[in-house]
């Protein structure tokens, strides 16, 4: 009879996981079809004026209402009044990461260097020795002290919230990330120009599976708990909270290599890595992701999964350098609305974006990890 049970059991459990895997199955094309955002029911209009705009980047921006519909490659969103319009957004293509620079500009790293180690060595032993003289040493013990500082806003059980969230849904993460994020972001020839220049993503195939690694190591780090600590507590430098700040520095060594370059037009193109470029990619990583998974589940997650991971990204993008008044993070609403404003403002694919988006696509299609 136990036998039998347990034969039961194992049955019922195979039939739920065809099921879920044809549920799945069936998601994904849905997914790869690339269904309208229409159709996602966090995206539907329900009340728009009469106006319907649209306008390209080297078309005047029209004069915009509240409740007017804008629209472009596809997307449809209702202006309003947490939208921001390219007077606005033009701006942050000026500020780069300061606090960032000017830690690289004390320490002069050289590229193959552990930046974080060497500012913690530095900054630690000038704290110890109370050599408040020295104003390079206080660019670095004033980093180390504003980073290890939680921001007030910040809230541990929604953080552990957001991290779970991305855990139960990796495999969706994933392909949101991949799909919508990363080859959609190529659409914007500003971010592009950058991949470009520094061969990140664009060169051979060993090295873009390693980039992408990379990436991946981030925020792996930032979502597994150290035992009962949090892997994002400056207070034990934990690992997710390193990690970060390493690739903070890897972002200020690439702005700090392309403004030395004759060919860098900043007054055309902004500088390199600058807070709007950061707040699209954070919106990459938070804001997209829970678009992706609702086109692939065909519901959106509730309201307290979404805002728990929104807030989880907010914290990263402020230890990342994301100026707290430039932070899209506030909440999904102001997600929302930065990153259609973004839209708006940048995205225009070129001949780059095509040849950037395909290499990216084949590498993945034909490399083996």
């Given at each position: 009879m136990h036998?039998?049970?347990?034969?039961?059991?194992?049955?019922?459990?195979?039939?739920?996981?065809?099921?879920?895997?044809?549920?799945?199955?069936?998601?994904l094309k849905q997914f790869f079809s690339a269904p309208s955002l229409a159709n996602v029911?966090?995206?539907?209009?329900?009340?728009?004026?009469?106006?319907?705009?649209?306008?390209?980047?080297?078309?005047?921006?029209?004069?915009l209402h509240n409740g007017d519909t804008v629209e472009k490659y596809g997307q449809k969103f209702m202006w309003s009044p947490l939208h921001k319009t390219r007077r606005e957004l033009q701006p942050?293509?000026?500020?780069?990461?300061?606090?960032?620079?000017?830690?690289?500009?004390?320490l002069d790293p050289q590229p193959d260097d552990d930046i974080l180690e060497m500012l913690f060595d530095r900054a630690d032993a000038s704290t110890a020795a109370s050599t408040c003289s020295a104003e390079d040493d206080k660019v670095l013990r004033d980093f180390v002290l504003r980073y290890s500082t939680v921001p007030t806003?910040?809230?541990?059980?929604?953080?552990?919230?957001?991290?779970?969230?991305?855990?139960?849904y990796l495999p969706?993460?994933?392909?949101?990330?991949?799909?919508?994020?990363?080859?959609?972001?190529?659409?914007?020839?500003?971010?592009?120009?950058?991949?470009?220049?520094?061969?990140y993503l664009t060169s051979g195939s060993k090295r873009v599976l390693r980039r992408l690694a990379d990436t991946g190591h981030m925020i792996c780090e930032c979502v597994i708990q150290q035992d009962d600590d949090f892997s994002l507590q400056p207070k034990t430098r934990g690992e997710g909270w390193k990690a970060v700040l390493r690739v903070r520095f890897l972002?200020?060594?690439?702005?700090?290599?392309?403004?030395?370059?004759?060919?860098?037009?900043?007054?055309?193109?902004g500088v390199p890595i600058n807070q709007e470029d950061m707040a699209a990619t954070l919106l990459a990583f938070s804001y997209n992701v829970l678009i992706g998974i609702e086109m692939i589940l065909g519901?959106?997650?509730s309201p307290a999964d979404e805002h728990a991971y929104i807030h989880f990204w907010r914290y990263i993008g402020w230890v990342m350098g994301?100026?707290?008044?430039?932070?899209?993070?506030?909440?999904?609403?102001?997600?929302?609305?930065?990153?259609e404003s973004i839209v708006m403002h940048l995205l225009e694919p070129d001949h780059d974006s095509i040849a950037v988006a395909h290499h990216l696509l084949r590498t993945s299609a034909h490399s083996e990890w």
């Open positions: 036998k039998h049970l347990d034969a039961g059991d194992a049955s019922r459990d195979r039939s739920k996981s065809h099921h879920a895997a044809v549920d799945l199955s069936t998601s029911a966090s995206r539907q209009l329900v009340y728009t004026r009469w106006r319907r705009l649209t306008w390209t980047l080297n078309e005047e921006e029209p004069n942050l293509r000026q500020i780069g990461d300061p606090d960032c620079d000017a830690v690289l500009a004390v806003w910040v809230d541990w059980n929604m953080i552990r919230r957001g991290q779970q969230v991305f855990i139960r969706l993460c994933g392909l949101a990330l991949f799909y919508i994020s990363l080859v959609g972001g190529f659409s914007v020839p500003l971010i592009t120009k950058v991949l470009r220049a520094t061969g972002h200020g060594m690439v702005r700090r290599r392309l403004l030395q370059k004759s060919y860098w037009q900043s007054d055309l193109w519901h959106p997650l994301v100026q707290e008044e430039y932070n899209p993070c506030v909440d999904v609403m102001h997600s929302k609305a930065a990153l």
